[in-house]
C-alpha cells in the first residue's frame, strides 16, 4: 500500500497527479510494486484523475 498527497492548486482549483505518478515511478525503480494507492486531497477526489495502468 502507497500513501500519496494530491496537492489541489486552489487558484484553479486543479488536482495535481504528477507527485503521486514520480513517487510510484520511484518506488518501481527500487523493484516495490505498490498493491493498493491510498490519495490523500483537501478536496473532493475527482475520479476523471484516476488512470489504471
Known sequence: MHVSLVPVIDIVGEQKTKPTQLSVQ??????????????????????ASVHLF
Open 26 to 47: 520511484s518506488l518501481r525503480e527500487l523493484g516495490l510494486t505498490p498493491n493498493l494507492l491510498a490519495c490523500r486531497c483537501a478536496a473532493v477526489y475527482y475520479l
